[in-house]
């Protein structure tokens, strides 16, 4: 049969890919041997998984090693595994495409950004062009583990096009990729060169790679060995070699467990202060060996998601080798390594918050987002809450954080609740009337700026024996009973009884104005600078409630108690106006007024057009008044 030769050209995006891979200048082009060998190692992981659960395979005894070869003179580099190969249609699936979705529009906004390679390699799953950084021809020539595929050659020079024919002769299974190199690369083709960058890169592969004969990559399996001989360095660089990240990490933690399951476990926790490491929260997981064999990558069921930012490996000898993808998703092994994992990583994530609190808010602030989804582990509920961390008002500014613990300990005397009020901002939180009592009282209150935050104190409800209370529900009572820390304005005078019980009218009649828009109209004992406030007749806090209505999509205001401040001058006008003459259309404008504030206050006054108009009105007014009076 004649071999069959076809010509392809080369998707979109990936002659794009290419141009940016061969204009990038300052590139660092000796990761183009970490992407082949990262390539050839999860292709012989494929294969050896194909084995052991049973598949024959093609040349099922070949030994599982990468050989590198080279030739100074011809100016190549052959790279060899006996992995699982590629059939023509995978050549053409797997080459000459991109996997990953959005990578055609990444591409573009790269180009045109003048973005490096290196950053875009191993990011997109595009590891493989990278050889175009320092090949002008490249040949792989391919046979594949399955028993009727036709071994296949394909050839590119990486510039917009590919050919595929046939394989002639004896093709062994595995891939070779054969690099004829660019004249400013030709010192790639140097021995020592090539075994050093593998010991920089690849140190930590677990198939022997071997370069013109010599076994180069002498590391052990890191996780597998004892603690104490191991030093940070060494962990730094396994942390490196499976992130690729250009940071240590922040934090390790390599345990070895013996019941209720046998593993060992290398966990890290990154820091993203460099901002470059790619985190994608879908593809969290840590890799599954099982008896040093990798079984799965970014396993799921190794770690809940709220811990999906650490990354590592887990090795057990309790599975069987040839587990199968499919048992391995409701196994019970795999269950019991998550509860240890769980546990060990936030009693590790408690040590860090007591040694180190710089790097614990570093941690915060870089992994805080993800960590927060933790509000619905049951299982762990005090330690999560240990762990948490809230901007407060003791806090100087926006950026400090308190932990439960810390907030407790600065307690009131008999303060038996733990308060908090939302809002998108420390300035948005300090205007909020809610807070003026506890300002007043030198109470101290959580800031909470995300959403989420209102989630978490729901789930917890509690921390040790105090209750987590939205300000806004605060018992007054109880918070009466503080003295006073901060002096207010100077107090107004106290209302005469008379005054009083028509003060008790003027609630009566602003209740009538409003009508069903509030559920009832009452004096305030929490205001001392603002003139009213809405407040929840239910346990539920306002943001909650504004999160229900936005998932509902219901967007009527709720219907609140309306709290007015009685020794608020706004107040002691209305009181006079209202004595003057009950039904003077000045009050009405007031009421409307004061309830419409309060309303834009909580987040909920929908239509803006109304309050502003009536803002003109008295502005109008009160304008000529003040010109009067002036004697302008
Ligand atoms: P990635 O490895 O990140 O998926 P690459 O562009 O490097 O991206 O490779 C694309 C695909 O080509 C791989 O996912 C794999 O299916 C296939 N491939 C690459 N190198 C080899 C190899 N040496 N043996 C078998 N398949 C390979």
């Keep these: 049969m004649a071999a069959q030769h076809s010509e392809h050209t080369f998707k979109a995006e990936i002659t794009q890919l290419l141009d940016i891979i061969t204009n990038s200048i300052y590139t660092n082009r000796d990761i183009f041997l970490r992407e082949l060998i990262s390539n050839a190692s999860d292709a012989m992981d494929k294969v050896r998984f194909l084995t052991s659960s049973g598949t024959d395979v093609v040349d099922s005894d070949a030994e599982l090693a990468i050989t590198i070869t080279t030739d100074k003179d011809a100016r190549t580099i052959t790279v060899t595994d006996t992995g699982i190969g590629l059939t023509r249609d995978e050549l053409i699936d797997n080459i000459g495409t991109i996997a990953h979705s959005g990578s055609a529009s990444f591409m573009e906004e790269a180009a045109k950004n003048g973005t490096q390679a290196d950053s875009i390699i191993g990011r997109f799953g595009v590891g493989f062009y990278s050889v175009f950084m320092v090949a002008d021809n490249v040949t792989i020539t391919s046979r594949s583990a399955m028993q009727d595929a036709t071994p296949v050659v394909w050839t590119s020079g990486g510039t917009g096009s590919y ?33 050093g960058i593998i010991r920089e890169h690849s140190n930590f592969i677990s198939f022997p790679i071997k370069v013109d004969g010599e076994h180069v990559n002498t590391q052990p399996a ?22 690729y990240d250009t940071n240590a990490p922040l934090d390790t933690l390599h345990i070895a467990v013996d019941a209720p399951v046998q593993f060992n476990a290398l966990l890290f926790v990154p820091d993203m202060s460099s901002g470059g490491f790619f985190n994608d929260p879908e593809t969290y997981g840590l890799d599954l060996y099982v008896r040093r064999v990798l079984i799965d990558r970014r396993h799921k069921d190794l770690i809940p998601q709220y811990l999906g930012f650490m990354r590592g490996v887990v090795d057990t000898e309790d599975l069987p080798l040839n587990i199968s993808r499919e048992t391995l998703q409701e196994n019970i092994l795999i269950d019991k390594i998550r509860n240890t994992v769980t546990k060990q990583v936030l009693t590790r994530l408690a040590k860090l918050a007591e040694d180190d609190a710089e790097k614990y808010a570093s941690f915060w602030k870089n992994h805080h987002k993800v960590f927060k989804l933790g509000y619905s582990d049951f299982m762990n509920k005090d330690r999560f809450a240990e762990l948490l961390r809230f901007n407060s008002s003791a806090n100087e500014d926006a950026d400090g954080l308190t932990s439960l613990a810390e907030y407790a300990e600065r307690m009131k005397d008999g303060q038996k609740e733990i308060y908090y009020i939302s809002g998108n901002s420390r300035e948005a939180i300090r205007l909020n009337p809610h807070g003026e009592i506890f300002r007043r009282k030198g109470i101290e209150v959580l800031y909470l700026y995300e959403p989420i935050d209102e989630f978490i104190m729901e789930a917890l409800r509690e921390y040790k024996e105090f209750r987590l209370v939205a300000a806004e529900q605060a018992d007054m009572a109880a918070l009466e009973a503080f003295k006073d820390t901060e002096d207010g304005p100077a107090a107004t005078e106290t209302l005469s009884e008379e005054d009083e019980k028509t003060f008790d009218d003027v609630l009566a009649a602003i209740k009538s104005i409003l009508g069903e828009r509030v559920e009832d109209v009452r004096v305030s004992r929490r205001l001392k600078d603002s003139p009213a406030c809405l407040v929840s007749a239910d346990g539920t806090s306002s943001q909650m409630q504004k999160m229900m209505q936005i998932m509902s999509k219901d967007t009527t205001p709720p219907v609140k108690i309306l709290e007015l401040n009685r020794d608020h001058a706004l107040a002691r006008n209305l009181l006079k106006i209202y004595k003057g003459d009950a039904e003077d259309p000045f009050f009405r404008t007031s009421v409307e ?14 239509d803006p057009h109304a309050l502003v108009a009536r803002i003109n009105e008295l502005l109008e007014k009160s304008s000529g008044w003040y010109a009067e009076i002036k004697n302008y």
Aim: no cysteine; aromatic share 14%.
């Design 222 to 243: 890191l996780w597998r060995e004892p603690k104490f001989q191991i030093k940070q360095d060494q962990y730094d660089e396994f942390y490196k070699f499976l992130t």
């Design 593 to 606: 007024h004061l309830y419409e504030g309060a309303l834009l206050q909580e987040g909920y006054l929908n």
């Design 163 to 195: 050919t595929i024919e046939d394989a002639e002769g004896d093709v062994p299974r595995g891939t070779t990729i054969s690099i004829h190199l660019k004249e400013d690369a030709a010192d790639f083709a140097d021995t020592e060169r090539l075994k």
